[in-house]
Every structure is written in structure tokens, then in C-alpha cells.
């Protein structure tokens, strides 16, 4: 780290934090895994190095740091900024709102606008099964147990590693009752169940742009970025299948990144439903199970 090595004339972690977001704007380390911006990702490893809350007032900048635990942050900045490991992957944790997950490098670190939505969506009748295809970490099987609090859960994916760590956070969130876990390419091998809720976060980045991300997002499993040479693999699969998945009156819901032109091209006959989100992305779709029933847009 010969060119982002922390002086010695660093003492608060106030002195800690200016000199870390310089060198984040300085070596060109991407953010936007745990946070949107240098100083709140920086601010993050600090604390979270040291043991300190996340709820610190702005007083903990003043407090002084030590020998030993200068040792612990100059560890954790160097491969933070030199060897750009995620953030999540150094701490091993992630949030979404309230929520804290454990993640390491089998899964993709959590982050999607499923945490403003979910709480909107609003189902026709009584919930009784809800799913989450493409749950990596289980984040999104977590919260979706937590706002229907009388349905059950399946969360599905095709990367058994992925499961592996989803396991440890339905266990977290003492959800192993509620929450069921499959191995499977979208629907393949999951039995048949009707869901008045089908929620997915798939990979939706072209192949091309996978291949040129920034460290921080090549060191995610490819499969949770890759949907294929135009970004819809999976999504195409999914509503193909989710035709004969949802309950009479039910929703599919999917999140697709930068994909909404091609989405209404390929799929307008649908009738998707663009959801606001609160930074003006509109980056997610519904669409009602009486549209997908015609089948008409979904190849």
C-alpha cells in the first residue's frame, strides 16, 4: 500500500477518516456495495474495526486510537484499498434497513431497492406462500418472511454455496419454520406450488458489462451479475415459468437494474407496472397474474 500508506500523524479516528476517504478518491475504489459514498463506507470500517456501535455521535471522531488498534486499521485499509476486497467481505456482514446479514464471498453482497418496495406491495387476498427466486444471501426470503408474517417462504437459487450462507441468516432470524430453501434453476426443481407472490432480484448485467465491472464487483460470484448477452436469460425464464407458479390474483415482481427499455419492448404485451423508488431509479416491474395467464411476451 506504498502509495496510500496512512501517516503516523493520524491519532483520532476523525484524522483516520479524512485521510481514508482521500484515499479512496485517490486510488479509484468503488463504492456502492455498503454504502454510496467514501466517507460513509470509510466511517463504516471504522467503527466496525474497532468494535465500536454504528450509532456513534459524531463525538467518537475525537476519540484517540491506539497503537494496536492502529495495527487492525491500517490491515483493514490495505486490503480494502489496495487489494479492493469488499467492504461486507471484510466485516463479514451486511444491513438492509434493520436487517443484518452475514455474507462472505459465496454470495452477492445484499443491496436492492426490495427494501423500500416490499413494505408497499400491496397482494390481493390472504397471503399464504411467497417466494424469492434468485435469494443469494437470503436477504430478500428474510424480509419478505418479516412483512407476511402468516405466509410461508421458499427461497430459491442455483448456487448451493449461495444457500450454504442464506442458511446461516434464515437460522439468524429464526425462520428455519417458515423459511424453505431449494436448489434450483428458477422453478426447475422446486415442486409445484401456486405463490401469490413471486419476488426476484436476478442477474440482470449483460455478459459484456460483467466483464468489465470494478474489482470490488468482480469479487462477487459471476452468476449473481451474468444474465447472459443481454442481461434478460433470466429474467425471460422466470415470467416464462411464473405463468403457471402464481395464485389466481397474484404479482411477479423483479427487480432489473438498467433493463426497463428492454423489458417494455420485449414484454409490453404484459403490461408491466414501472414501482417508484425513492432516488427516482424505477428499476423494478410487476406484472399481474391475469396478464401473464394470456401469455402473450413471455417467450
Known amino acids: 500500500m506504498k502509495s496510500v500508506s496512512p501517516p503516523t500523524t493520524l491519532v483520532t479516528l476523525g484524522d483516520w477518516l479524512r485521510w481514508a476517504e482521500g484515499a479512496y478518491v485517490k486510488e479509484k475504489v468503488a463504492v456502492g456495495q455498503v454504502a454510496t459514498n467514501a466517507h460513509d463506507e470509510a466511517l463504516y470500517l471504522l467503527l466496525r474495526t474497532l468494535g465500536l456501535s454504528l450509532e456513534s455521535d459524531a463525538s467518537v471522531l475525537k476519540r484517540k486510537v491506539s497503537a494496536a488498534e492502529r495495527g487492525r486499521l491500517e ?3 490495505r486490503k480494502r484499498i489496495r487489494e479492493r476486497v469488499p467492504a461486507a467481505y471484510l466485516t463479514k456482514e451486511a444491513w438492509l434497513g434493520e436487517f443484518r446479514f452475514y455474507v462472505d464471498e459465496r454470495v452477492i453482497i445484499p443491496r436492492s431497492y426490495f427494501l423500500e418496495i ?11 406462500r411467497v417466494v424469492d427466486v434468485c435469494t443469494g444471501s437470503g436477504c430478500l426470503a428474510v424480509l419478505l418472511a418479516n412483512a407476511f408474517p402468516r405466509a ?22 429464526g425462520l428455519e419454520e417458515r423459511v424453505r430453501l431449494w436448489e434450483s434453476d428458477v422453478f ?24 468489465a465491472q470494478d474489482p470490488e464487483f468482480a469479487a462477487e460470484p459471476r452468476m449473481a451479475h451474468d444474465g447472459g448477452a443481454d442481461g434478460m436469460a433470466i429474467v ?16 411477479v415482481v423483479v427487480e432489473v437494474g ?13 403490461e408491466p407496472e414501472w414501482l417508484e423508488t425513492e432516488d427516482g431509479s424505477d428499476c423494478v416491474f410487476l406484472v399481474r ?7 402473450r411476451g413471455a417467450r
Request: net charge negative; proline share 6%.
Open 75 to 77: 490491515e483493514v485499509f
Open 118 to 128: 416490499i413494505p408497499r406491495l400491496e397482494v390481493k387476498g390472504k397471503v399464504r
Open 152 to 173: 410461508q417462504v421458499d427461497a430459491i437459487d442455483l448456487s448451493r454455496d449461495a444457500l450454504e450462507v442464506a442458511k446461516i441468516n434464515v437460522r439468524e432470524h
Open 188 to 211: 426447475d426443481a422446486v415442486p409445484e406450488a401456486k405463490y401469490e407472490l413471486i419476488l426476484s432480484n436476478p442477474p440482470y448485467e449483460p455478459s459484456a458489462l460483467v466483464d
Open 236 to 251: 425471460r425464464k422466470l415470467l416464462r415459468q411464473a405463468r403457471e407458479r402464481l395464485a389466481p390474483g397474484g404479482i
Open 258 to 270: 438498467g433493463l426497463r427499455s428492454a423489458i417494455d419492448e420485449e414484454f409490453g404485451a404484459l
Open 289 to 295: 397474474e391475469e396478464r401473464l395467464k394470456k401469455g
